[in-house]
């Protein structure tokens, strides 16, 4: 595509989920120090750019997103404007597919792809590691999908380093229909961590080998936080591991479990379970950060 020439654009907007999610010290900003690996998955939101005069507007086909100044999307645009000193407009319209507050980082991948866009669209020429610290400011999480594919985050999440990718074609992501706060989450946090641990160690170095240590590395710190509180989480789990998942584990601040899955027959016959009961859920697989580049812009 020739990004000089275009007034609109159609991004992908990848969903994430984390392999592991450690939570170690409360520091004296009140974020934690944690150490996660980070993997794009294919479901993802569309998000549409056109250049217009002035003023940034936002839009969404899902009534649970915001459409104003709150909007990440919306902030992501505005402090590209405020580093550049640009008076640039544009419509963001946002066709969402990632369930809304699911621990999937839907709104913070909206944000990073909406700089990376506006960066094409309003043709500034600005580093990435402007565009890395722009991002940071936007979210924890934000950077990461400036990266994508496999990556290791450390720090409150925002320092972002890519590893092996990872390659797993059968996931199913349950989404149990309520979201849970990411503060709260981390507020509700009883034990951490040692800092000395180093069981995420080995997952990055054998994540390329089609992830066959799984169940003994995946963790996630935060599942102690929310579980107790919302019981529906655990039963996602079990279930899952009821219909044959090799491992399930809570993404991010929740509510959405993944499981992972030794083949489409016994994925199929889970989704097809975890449906009939109410829950929504999406087959997905990994991307590659080859892929994810290769597919942002469409
Ligand atoms: O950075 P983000 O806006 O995604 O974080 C939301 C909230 O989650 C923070 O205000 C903080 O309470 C908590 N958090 C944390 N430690 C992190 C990331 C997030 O305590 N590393």
Not at 57 to 74: F, H, I, K, Q, T
Not at 121 to 130: C, F, P, T, V
Request: overall charge neutral; aromatic content about 6%; charged content about 20%.
């Amino acid at each position: 595509m020739n990004l000089a020439m275009t007034s609109c654009l159609r991004l992908r907007s990848y969903a994430k989920i984390n392999w592991t999610l450690e939570v170690m010290d409360r520091r004296p900003d009140g974020y934690h120090e944690l150490r996660t690996i980070y993997q794009s998955v294919s479901l993802y939101d569309t998000i549409r750019l056109s250049a217009s005069p002035g003023k940034i507007e936002v839009s969404c086909d899902d009534a649970r997103v915001p459409g104003d100044e709150s909007n990440l999307a919306y902030r992501a645009a505005n402090s590209l404007r405020e580093v550049v000193g640009s008076r640039a407009g544009a419509l963001i319209e946002i066709q969402k597919r990632i369930p809304v507050g699911g621990g999937l980082g839907g709104g913070s991948s909206n944000a990073a792809v909406t700089l990376l866009g506006l960066s094409a669209l309003w043709k500034l020429e600005i580093s990435n590691e402007a565009l890395s610290e722009m991002a940071a400011k936007l979210g924890s999480d934000v950077p990461f999908f400036l990266v994508g594919g496999t990556a290791l985050g450390t720090g409150r999440g925002e320092i972002v380093s890519p590893i092996e990718q990872a390659d797993c074609p059968f996931i199913l992501l349950v989404n149990p229909g309520f979201s849970v706060s990411t503060a709260d989450a981390y507020g509700k946090l009883s034990r951490l961590t040692r800092r000395a641990s180093t069981s995420i160690m080995p997952f990055a170095l054998m994540a390329a080998n089609g992830v066959r240590g799984l169940p003994h590395q995946a963790r996630n710190d935060l599942e102690q936080a929310v579980l107790p509180a919302h019981p529906e989480i655990a039963e996602v789990k079990r279930r899952l591991l009821g219909m044959g998942a090799r491992t399930t584990l809570m993404s991010g601040s929740g509510a959405t479990v993944f499981g992972v899955f030794d083949n489409c027959e016994t994925l199929s016959k889970a989704l097809e379970d975890v449906r009939a009961i109410g829950y929504r859920a999406d087959q997905v697989r990994t991307i590659s950060r080859l892929e994810y580049w290769d597919s942002i812009f469409e």
